[in-house]
């Protein structure tokens, strides 16, 4: 038996890396030479917060593979303070994609074709505040704007890549014991000031819900509902003292919870994540794997992410709209649409581009409701959904491949329909202005989240 289950650990391994590659954007040239993306397949992160000194920082250890020789790439948004590549010291460049969708950091020395291992050391100062002897820090994400998921904080890959991560998070100096929310395996604390994380190796730069608080900061419920497969999962919902703290708010939010995981279920199977956390705060939200930071009011939507978003995950900005479009069909309650005027670029914007056009709120929900319709003979859209769910949970994908997917099951062609209302001419990137914003996902800057750390 033990024989067996390593198998299929090494195979859903083997998997996890040829879908990486299959996704893996394109090298491009630079005056040093041509930046090659690699495929991470190991990242530990070494987390202190030094309270004492009100500083905190990280080391991270990067294992990746390098499909063709190059300067490797990856991206984190404040510059490490010491690069190694192989032992050897090196420097990274941050630069810009060719048509200047992005930004990202290409390390000046080049590696062969094979394995090599990238290490770092960086300050961390997003999202984290001392005070009288404690610390808060919360590594929320969000896909409206560019280099805003886990390389706002950590050294991280493109979206595309799933990565084994581990943290090692350390406390220096605490006044008060603490608590770590996330949706990794969170091992003993050792004697409360350090704590081990393992998260899934299917895990993208878009999956990790981590916030760290003082104990005395928040209030929680912890529960557990019972999946149609079976598994009793845990569930715990959480809020910060005097933020959202009236009476009865928990209970509510446990109640609403176990309401949309249930109805989630029946629609879509069984629900992909070995537990739910539920953060409110905020307005709008934001959805993790099996964990969301939001208002009560956007509990459905970022739920619904767990299935598609973070079940079903895109490998690019360009497919990001898919999951927001299919989330807001069923906020509208899952309408249909005979006929649809007009067209939109969500998955024509350039090459590198990372971020979900908001166009997928509106134009995208209509473009879901005129698929139902023309599939109503079918069952309309959501068997193919649950389908999704089943065949494709945690392997990133492409707009392209979602719209023959959807044709093999059918048996019938979309690709028009994409398109017509989906490729159309893109004036540059996504433009995603605080005006056009959506109810579920507000544009937040670092310092209107501190609010909520
Ligand atoms: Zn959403």
Redesign the pocket.
């Known amino acids: 038996m033990k024989v067996m289950i390593l198998a299929a650990l090494v195979s859903t391994a083997a998997l996890a890396s040829d879908n990486d590659l299959r996704h893996r954007p394109k090298s491009f040239s630079t005056p040093a030479g041509k930046a090659v993306f690699v495929d991470f397949h190991e990242a530990n992160y070494n987390i202190t917060y030094d309270i004492t000194k009100g500083q905190a920082f990280v080391q991270a250890q990067i294992k990746f593979t390098a499909p063709e020789a190059g300067l490797p790439i990856f991206d984190s948004v404040t510059a490490p303070t010491r690069l190694q590549l192989n032992g050897k010291d090196v420097t990274a460049v941050e630069t810009q994609t060719p048509a200047r969708e992005t930004t990202l950091r290409v390390v000046s020395a080049n590696v062969s074709e094979g394995n090599h291992v990238l290490q770092m050391e960086l300050p961390l100062t997003a999202l984290v505040e001392f005070k009288n002897g404690t610390v808060k820090s919360a590594f929320w994400t969000s896909d409206l704007a560019s280099r805003q998921f886990l390389e706002r904080y950590l050294p991280a890959n493109f979206e595309f890549d799933q990565v084994k991560m581990n943290f090692q998070v350390n406390l220096i100096g605490a006044k008060e014991g603490h608590k770590i929310y996330t949706n990794g395996v969170l091992g003993k604390a050792r004697n409360g000031t350090s704590a081990a994380i393992s998260y899934p190796p299917y895990y993208t730069a878009s999956s990790i819900f981590f916030h760290i608080t003082p104990a005395s900061a928040v209030e929680e419920r912890r529960s557990s509902l019972r999946s149609i497969d079976g598994r009793e999962l845990p569930v715990t919902v959480y809020h910060q003292k005097g933020l959202f703290s009236t009476p009865g708010n928990l209970a509510n939010l446990e109640k609403q919870t176990a309401a949309i995981f249930h109805e989630l279920e029946k629609d879509y199977g069984a629900f992909p994540h070995p537990g739910i956390i539920v953060y409110n705060a905020g307005q709008g939200g934001m959805?993790y794997c099996g964990a969301t930071m939001t208002s009560a009011q956007a509990l459905g939507?970022?739920l619904f992410?767990s299935y598609f978003?973070r079940g079903f995950m895109p490998a690019n900005g360009n497919s990001g709209w898919v999951?927001?479009a299919l989330?807001s069909w069923r906020d509208k309650g899952y309408s249909s649409i005979a006929q649809l005027s007009g067209t939109s670029a969500m998955s024509s914007h350039p090459y590198y581009n990372r971020i979900t056009d908001m166009q997928a709120y509106t134009f995208g929900e209509r473009f879901m409701s005129l698929l139902d319709n023309k599939l109503k003979a079918k069952g309309g859209l959501k068997p193919f959904m649950r389908y999704i769910i089943e065949k494709r949970i945690f392997s990133p994908m492409f707009v392209e491949e979602f719209a023959t997917e959807m044709g093999q099951f059918y048996g019938t062609s979309v690709e028009a329909e994409f398109k017509q209302y989906t490729f159309g001419r893109s004036s540059g990137r996504p433009v995603n202005t605080k005006h056009v914003e959506?109810k579920?996902?507000p544009k937040m800057t670092l310092e209107e989240l501190k609010t909520y750390l």
């Open positions: 959805e939507h970022e992410h978003a999951d927001e989330a959506n579920f996902h």
